[in-house]
């Protein structure tokens, strides 16, 4: 079925972690190690990470996103038992150059030639974000690297999304979110923001405030949605 294209768009913004880029591509270059057992270790450091992010946010505290990464991983080492020596060091290496996704460089391109502004929004701390662009070659694609550590909070903050809308100097119906986390498409969605929830992991709706405007599988999907 073909998807009815969003109207005013004039900046796509993306996430980072599952969005661009692949979560689970630290994991499988240590498959060496871990063999069958880096699907769940993935799985176990996604949700801890972000269960932290929250669990900070409720105490009122804030840690910064490589500290939060770092954390989660020893837990899931541990509750799986994994001991292996220098194995944290490398995935947390390869964390900082995750796999971008396939589709997602030409898509982005095609964006930016198209006259759109382009941008990410994400946890992650500007360092974090600079390696993953060098590492997938992307410097210069980006109107603007925004890290929640501009704003103090982690997603799904409204600050957060607000960071976009000020450094854009867009309304935030002009601006198009694309996220694979159905917490943070609701989000954004709730905030204002017109929401393509690229939907990879076959996610259930969330039962939250908001409604992403389309759904896709896929970003190669997204230039025909706002016009590009």
Same mark, same amino acid.
């Given at each position: 079925?073909?998807?009815?294209?969003?109207?005013?768009?004039?900046?796509?913004?993306?996430?980072?972690?599952?969005?661009?880029f692949?979560?689970?591509?630290?994991?499988?270059?240590?498959?060496?190690?871990?063999?069958?057992?880096?699907?769940?270790?993935?799985?176990?450091?996604?949700?801890?990470?972000?269960?932290?992010?929250?669990?900070?946010?409720?105490?009122?505290?804030?840690?910064?996103?490589?500290?939060? /990464?770092g954390?989660a @991983?020893?837990? *899931?080492?541990?509750? #799986? !038992? %994994?001991?292996?020596? =220098?194995?944290?060091?490398r $995935?947390?290496?390869?964390?900082?150059?995750?796999?971008?996704?396939?589709?997602?460089?030409? /898509?982005?391109?095609? @964006?930016?030639? *198209?006259?759109?502004? #382009? !941008? %990410?929004?994400?946890? =992650?701390?500007?360092?974090? $974000?600079?390696?993953?662009?060098?590492?997938?070659k992307?410097e210069?694609?980006?109107?603007?690297?925004?890290?929640?550590?501009?704003?103090?909070?982690?997603?799904?903050?409204?600050?957060?999304?607000?960071?976009?809308?000020?450094?854009?100097?867009?309304p935030?119906s002009?601006?198009?979110?694309?996220?694979?986390?159905?917490?943070?498409?609701?989000?954004?969605?709730?905030?204002?923001?017109?929401?393509?929830?690229?939907?990879?992991?076959?996610?259930?709706?969330?039962?939250?405030?908001?409604?992403?405007?389309?759904?896709?599988?896929?970003?190669?999907?997204?230039?025909?949605?706002?016009?590009?």
């Amino acid at each position: 079925m073909t998807l009815k294209p969003l109207a005013g768009v004039r900046a796509c913004v993306f996430d980072a972690y599952g969005t661009l880029f692949d979560l689970a591509s630290a994991a499988r270059g240590c498959a060496d190690v871990l063999g069958d057992r880096a699907a769940p270790l993935t799985a176990l450091w996604r949700d801890k990470q972000l269960q932290y992010t929250w669990l900070l946010a409720a105490q009122g505290r804030h840690a910064d996103f490589h500290q939060v /990464t770092g954390g989660a @991983l020893d837990f *899931a080492l541990e509750t #799986l !038992a %994994i001991d292996r020596p =220098g194995l944290r060091e490398r $995935l947390m290496k390869l964390y900082m150059t995750l796999d971008v996704f396939p589709e997602a460089p030409d /898509t982005l391109r095609r @964006l930016k030639n *198209a006259g759109l502004r #382009l !941008a %990410i929004l994400s946890n =992650g701390t500007p360092a974090m $974000l600079r390696s993953l662009i060098a590492g997938a070659k992307l410097e210069g694609i980006f109107d603007a690297i925004l890290s929640v550590e501009e704003a103090g909070f982690y997603k799904p903050h409204p600050k957060v999304y607000q960071l976009a809308v000020d450094r854009l100097s867009l309304p935030s119906s002009a601006i198009a979110f694309q996220s694979s986390n159905a917490w943070d498409a609701y989000a954004a969605s709730a905030f204002g923001m017109q929401v393509v929830w690229c939907n990879r992991y076959g996610q259930r709706r969330e039962r939250l405030p908001g409604a992403p405007d389309r759904q896709v599988k896929s970003l190669s999907e997204l230039p025909a949605l706002v016009g590009a």
